[in-house]
């Protein structure tokens, strides 16, 4: 199975992301959102960050053009059927990519390989709702896409060996190197790191440890690139709390109930770095804890 060309839909935090490391990569791409400006401003910050690539002598100014010259954006989820490859990356929520899945199906070519970046969601229930289980698959980035290593690979309870075989050989090209994980909830890297998160916010929210306290802890205490609770507002909590969500209903074990802190700073809209305020808050000159 050769894949040349691959659709991305959701150009947000993972979908530009993984335009950028599969145009590096040479694959001709189109990238998907329903919104022209969520387009433009997910091709403004794909060209800043191929440009800090550049300043730091990790890539040619030449791979970056070529690399920018190769990502198409559209409106229309119908110009992103004929391509070998589709990556869903749209909100974390089961009913938009269900509605996505079957507004592509009649615009997908019979070959292409069809897969979610969910980071929870059953692989084997969001393939069953398609016309190609056996070519679906979970194809998990980690953000940011450009400098983490690693992809997950879930296979789904109906995936065939020659569309794993085709995945595998496409992180490959990548350059990335790729986990299988089978099809439970949150995989491999959110089953381990969410409820770590979620522990963190228990934390603050029992008075253990102030926002501070804790995020320092766990950078000098543990050797962690960045503090639990600065990592949650990277990664947006209404993500992370979503992901517990799915924890706690799929292995059914109160060891997973999301802390009503979390739940607290998702209702109040405070969903981190991109609504500029969570456990941080962004707006001035350096973040902020907000507790
Ligand atoms: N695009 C391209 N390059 C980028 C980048 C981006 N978006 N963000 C950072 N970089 C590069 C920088 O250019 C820099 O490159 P060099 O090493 O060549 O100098 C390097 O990454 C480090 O960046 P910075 O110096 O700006 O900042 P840093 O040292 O603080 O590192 C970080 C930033 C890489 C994000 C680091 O803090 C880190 O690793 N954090 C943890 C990230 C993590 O755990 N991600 C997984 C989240 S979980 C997930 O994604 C799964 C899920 O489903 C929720």
Redesign the pocket.
Known sequence: MDIQSVGIVGAGQMGN?IA?VFAMAGFDVVLNDISEDALSRALALIDK??E??VQ?G?IAAEAKAAALARIRTTTRLADVGPTDLVIEAATEREMVKQAIFEDLLPHLKPHTILTSNT??ISITRLASRTDRPERFMGF?????????QLVELIRGIATDDATYKALHAVVEKLGKTAASAEDFPAFI??RI??PMINEAVYTLYEGVGSVKSIDESLKLGAN???GPLE?AD??GLD??LA?MNVLHDGLADTKYRPCPLLTKYVEAGWLGRKTQRGFYDYRGEVPVPTR
Do not use: W
Request: charged residues 10%.
């Open positions: 992301g950028h960050n191929l800090r690539q730091r990790k980071s929870s998990h980035f980690m953000n940011p896409v450009p400098v983490m890297v959110n790191l969410m962690h690139p960045m990592l990277f990664i993500t992370c992901i």
